[in-house]
């Protein structure tokens, strides 16, 4: 049946390639608010379902793309393991392709890794209508260019995924989370400090009362640490990073627009109208706020990141806002070059990154 899909979804970008029309990639829709979204012929994916094979002794899993994040999670659970890079569902219907495609990863991010670090090799369909294979199981395999994690974060503009294989790890024996009241400047430098420590660091967040360090290992590892680093221990510490990955924390609850700041882990404080939460040990910082988005972008430029409008405010001239932040002119210039690879005739998610991409 998956067999069956894969080709009518071959056969549909195939007439889309030779018409000249646009397609927009549909899978679960759980982060349709993310990007630009252009009007263009619906191809729907969800259908395109199920773990494919998974080998807990050499931890490799291989799904396609449609399958379900709970679904995938729970396998990998029922056999002691997860997704290291904890990506976020942002809904029920959350799928594969789409945690793959959007390239988001969850608060052990830089301890563990990003999406992309785990991305063995993919399956996708190019803008021509043709089938690809890219990688394979194990990391040994990839050689020469890594077009499989190219698919980590480029939102479906260069192929349409059909099957991802994946690396994952074994569940921490013991986890528990550490809470300290201090303030933004302190709870940075404290961060930056354990992080740069042999320590079971596995999240790092400030909600502008709280620093939370969470420690994920052995137990013997993790009381050690506890010891060492001190603080009050938080009663649900999976509740908690939970509420955190996918944005069901108090601060989230609001309807002013939010940013995604990237920067260096150290960066100090930025002076930006609004309210912060610093995730990531201080490298990825959420700010409510309605300061001019030249402003946010010009700050987070000067600190060497970049801001993205992550979810928009309920206003008219929040909705015309660019998502992305625009990258210097050598990165857009192999942006357009992939995508011209990959998808000449532009029809993959059209503008869905860049207006003109």
């Not at 192929?159 to 994946?166: C, K, W, Y």
């Not at 700010?287 to 409008?309: C, F, I």
Request: proline fraction near 6%; hydrophobic fraction near 40%; charged fraction near 20%.
């Amino acid at each position: 049946m998956n067999q069956d899909l894969s080709q009518q979804l071959q056969q549909q970008v195939v007439a889309a390639n030779e018409s000249k029309t646009p397609l927009q990639i549909q899978g679960g829709g759980s982060k349709n608010f993310l990007g630009r979204i252009n009007q263009a012929t619906p191809l729907a994916v969800s259908g395109h379902r199920g773990v494919v094979s998974y080998d807990p002794v050499e931890l490799v899993i291989t799904a396609r793309a449609g399958t379900p994040l709970r679904e995938l999670e729970q396998t990998l659970a029922d056999a002691g393991q997860m997704l290291p890079f904890e990506p976020p569902h942002f809904g029920t219907d959350a799928t594969l392709g789409g945690a793959i495609a959007c390239g988001h990863s969850g608060p052990a991010r830089p301890f563990s890794g990003s999406a992309r670090d785990y991305v063995l090799g993919v399956k996708l369909i190019n803008g021509r209508g043709e089938i690809l294979n890219f990688g394979g199981q194990v990391m040994k395999n990839v050689a020469g260019y890594d077009c499989s994690r190219l698919m980590a974060g480029a939102m479906g503009t260069l192929g349409v995924l059909l099957e991802i294989s994946l690396k994952v790890l074994p569940k921490a024996a013991a986890e528990t989370t550490l809470i300290q009241p201090i303030s933004l400047a302190q709870a940075l430098d404290t961060m930056n400090q354990w992080s740069g420590k042999s320590l079971p660091l596995s999240a790092a967040s400030y909600d502008g009362d709280n620093l939370y360090l969470r420690l994920s290992g052995a137990k013997t590892a993790v009381e050690s640490a506890q010891q060492l680093i001190g603080g009050e221990q938080h009663d649900d510490s999976p509740a908690l990073w939970q509420s955190v990955k996918e944005q069901q924390h108090p601060f989230f609850k609001s309807e002013l627009p939010l940013w995604r700041l990237s920067l260096p882990a150290a960066t100090a404080p930025l002076d930006i109208p609004g309210t912060w939460f610093i995730d990531w040990c201080g490298a990825q910082r959420w700010l409510l706020s309605e300061a001019e988005p030249e402003l946010v972008r010009k700050k987070a430029r000067a600190a060497g990141g970049h801001a993205t409008l992550f979810r928009r405010g309920t206003s008219d001239i929040d909705a015309a806002i660019e998502t992305f932040q625009w990258p210097e002119s050598g990165v857009m210039q192999l942006h357009r070059r992939l995508k011209q690879a990959f998808d000449p005739a532009g029809i993959l998610n059209p503008g869905r990154l860049y207006a003109d991409l």
